[in-house]
């Protein structure tokens, strides 16, 4: 069963802007992963956020965690036209299997 | 780094007869892979998680006698999907679990099912 939330479904912006997506979960977890996956395409996994870390980098990717609020959000700067794609927050606990968001389909326009 | 191998990334079939997928870990051993559906425009929805050497755990709704899991080797898992039907064409994705780095999963790059 599908435990995150994501915000918003579906987002368009202009190239150059920022883009920032939520995901919020229910139970309790070990980290956190945004992927990224293109139309008809596998998934590209972007970063991982452990339970414990409130921020992280790579790239042009941020990503926080705040886990009082089980939430997370995912933010590309300087958005552009080849980022365009569905982003998925994935929640995951021990050895269990990723429990997946229903994702924001994220439109960037040149 | 690790690599889990799906094949065939497409396939076309018939209704009425099965067609099987198969998921490998290139690199590493998994004991525990897991089957994912995904329909268009939808997001992942497990299916099924497969341990080597024992039968696999279905999620709710999912016909285990539709969809056959067999993971015979710690390398390998199948999906064979039975007597198909046009509504299960979609997107099948296994990912595979490494107790390395802390268990972590690598995605597979899925396999789509068209049925006619």
């Known amino acids: 069963s599908q435990q995150g939330e994501e915000d918003p479904q579906a987002l368009s912006i202009q190239e150059g802007e920022n883009a920032t997506m939520n995901c919020s979960y229910k139970?309790?977890?070990?980290?956190l992963q945004w992927y990224r996956q293109n139309s008809g395409r596998g998934l590209v996994h972007l970063i991982l956020?452990?339970?414990?870390?409130r921020e992280k980098h790579s790239g042009r990717l941020r990503v926080t965690l705040d886990t009082s609020k089980k939430s997370s959000s995912l933010l590309i700067t300087a958005s552009r036209a080849a980022d365009t794609a569905s982003y998925f927050c994935?929640?995951?606990?021990?050895?269990?299997?990723?429990?997946f968001g229903k994702g924001t389909r994220l439109s960037v326009i040149a | 780094g690790a690599v889990v191998s799906q094949h065939p990334s497409r396939v076309i079939c018939k209704s009425g007869t099965s067609v099987k997928i198969e998921c490998r870990s290139l690199?590493?051993?998994?004991?525990?892979m897991f089957w994912y559906r995904q329909f268009p425009k939808q997001s992942l929805m497990l299916m099924a998680t497969?341990?080597?050497?024992?039968?696999?755990?279905?999620e709710q709704g999912v016909e285990k006698d539709k969809f056959l899991i067999n993971h015979a080797s710690l390398t390998l898992s199948t999906l064979t999907v039975t007597s198909a039907h046009p509504e299960d064409s979609s997107f099948y994705i296994c990912?595979?679990?490494?107790?390395?780095?802390?268990?972590?999963?690598?995605f597979g790059e899925g396999s789509w099912l068209t049925v006619v």
């Open positions: 994935a929640t995951h606990s021990g050895n269990t299997p990723l429990v």
């Open positions: 956020i452990r339970s414990n870390e």
């Open positions: 690199d590493f051993q998994a004991t525990t």
């Open positions: 497969s341990n080597e050497g024992s039968k696999a755990t279905y």
């Open positions: 990912s595979a679990l490494t107790s390395a780095s802390g268990n972590t999963i690598y």
């Open positions: 139970t309790s977890i070990n980290n």
